[in-house]
């Protein structure tokens, strides 16, 4: 993998993407680190999100894991709830409700996802370019090595990039099987589970490919919450940006002897050091303006400040603030439309999904058709109907669910296991053979029963289910 740049011919003079060079080449960002009251938050903010996604996949909660998303049986656990399948509604409920939450956040506090939580950044700037710094050196020296091609150096870092990946994708797809099933797949040999090595491996591949060699052309090209910023955010919402008003015109300190622009008083505050430009993780100038690519990592804040310092000036040149505050100058209301129909819609959607969860029944049962022919007359004149009841044990604890045929009277059912047990949070269907005599059926060939299924303790459900049978005057052999 070269980091080298070339630059062929001459390319156009309008603005490219940061990571691109103006003949196309990959342009490599080597942002030099600024230290800061914001960078040490948000150091503790990463790592505390770090150690949560490692931790999460060994807690439990009433006996369930805390979260496991257990694709092939189609459940999934949150909090100690286990969502089956049939209950998709109440998870995309959920979704919603946490979209609407991220959509409001964003309104009033800008990227701050971006900057602060989401796992790109997290683990790029405090993971694995710390890493790089570490082995490579600063900016100047790594760009040296660039130019070299690649060193041992280069070599050990792609290494332990590597083996950083693998952890990851091992603790990703523990969230999928759970530790154990993991842990014992990790002492087998990845032949006696190749799907599953092949995931693994995928993913290892997926997270090497992105803190390696795409890095910050995830936000920059690739991620789709950076796309909506300009419907999600508004003239009020926080973002970080340059007070224009108080750093132009900008000048080197070289130039402030001479009379600053005509229409100007004084020189800003800016004295053109760049410190804000040369930090930026996605290569961008803050000075211009609010741009999609600003993930609103605040380093340029912390990189100002600190020249603000040291040519003892206010702090606060680039900051958070709004546009509107930018521009008016006057302090923005949290108050607006849709800061309060966003909490309005979450307050709605959790309200019901608290109320379906309250309501939700210790098991779910279903009755299907079972088999291809629906019903089949026997010997003695009889119709058998094959069909399978499935019970989901909502519960932490084992069940025996008894199945009772109750009406009508006339009509009886075998079945070879009765009661059903069922572990907890697990689900079992039991094969049923109702037994009518074909005089209880309507003319149009069908039968209404009912059966009852209990586990003689807090769960009991009377389901009615219609049996087919032969249409009036259609005789057994006339099937054949
Ligand atoms: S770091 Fe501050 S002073 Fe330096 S160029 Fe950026 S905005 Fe101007
Ligand atoms: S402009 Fe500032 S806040 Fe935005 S990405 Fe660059 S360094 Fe981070």
Request: a positive charge; proline letters at 6%; charged letters at 20%.
């Amino acid at each position: 993998m070269s980091e080298s740049n070339q630059t062929y011919g001459k390319g156009p003079t309008e603005s490219i993407l940061s990571t691109m060079n103006q003949d196309g080449s990959r342009n490599w960002l080597r942002p030099k680190l600024a230290k800061g009251k914001h960078y040490y938050r948000r150091f503790a903010v990463a790592w505390g999100l770090i150690l949560t996604f490692v931790v999460i996949p060994h807690l439990t909660m009433s006996g369930k894991p805390l979260m496991l998303f257990d694709i092939p049986k189609r459940q999934f656990t949150l909090f100690g709830t286990t969502f089956f399948a049939t209950e998709t509604p109440l998870l995309l409920l959920l979704l919603l409700g946490l979209f609407l939450s991220i959509f409001l956040f964003t309104a009033l506090a800008g990227r701050v996802w971006c900057g602060w939580g989401c796992p790109q950044t997290v683990y790029m700037e405090f993971v694995f370019r710390p890493i790089e710094r570490l082995l490579e050196g600063s900016p100047a020296q790594q760009r040296k090595l660039d130019k070299q091609g690649g060193s041992p150096r280069r070599v050990l870092k792609y290494f332990i990039y590597l083996l950083l990946s693998m952890f990851l994708a091992h603790v990703f797809l523990s969230y999928f099987v759970g530790t154990t099933q993991l842990w014992e797949w990790m002492h087998r040999s990845p032949f006696k589970h190749p799907s599953t090595f092949l995931i693994m491996a995928g993913v290892t591949a997926m997270i090497f490919f992105d803190f390696s060699y795409f890095r910050e052309q995830t936000c920059l090209v690739a991620c789709p919450y950076g796309r909506f910023q300009s419907v999600l955010l508004d003239k009020h919402s926080a973002i970080v940006a340059y007070d224009y008003n108080r750093g132009e015109p900008r000048a080197k300190k070289r130039q402030r002897s001479e009379e600053p622009p005509e229409g100007a008083e004084s020189w800003g505050d800016c004295i053109q050091c760049k410190a804000c430009v040369l930090t930026c993780p996605t290569g961008i100038d803050i000075r211009e303006g609010l741009q999609m690519e600003c993930i609103n990592c605040t380093q340029c804040i912390d990189a100002c400040d600190d020249i603000m310092e040291k040519i003892h000036k206010p702090k606060g040149l680039i900051r958070y603030t709004s546009q509107q505050t930018l521009e008016t100058n006057q302090k923005q209301g949290i108050l607006r439309p849709r800061v309060l129909l966003y909490p309005l819609l979450i307050l709605i959607i959790f309200t019901a999904l608290g109320m379906a969860l309250a309501r939700r029944e210790a098991a779910e049962v279903t009755i299907l058709r079972g088999g291809s022919n629906p019903y089949k007359v026997l010997p003695n004149g009889q119709i058998s109907n094959h069909i399978k009841i499935k019970i989901a044990n909502r519960t932490p604890k084992l069940q025996k669910y008894k199945i009772k045929l109750i009406a009508p009277k006339g009509v009886s059912m075998i079945t070879p296991i009765n009661p059903l047990v069922v572990a907890a949070q697990k689900t079992e269907t039991a094969v049923i053979f109702v037994l009518a005599p074909r005089a209880m059926f309507t003319d149009n060939g069908s039968l209404p029963i009912q059966f009852t299924i209990d586990n003689s303790s807090d769960y009991k459900t009377t389901r009615k289910y219609k049996l087919l049978g032969l249409l009036k005057g259609i005789n057994p052999s006339d099937l054949k």
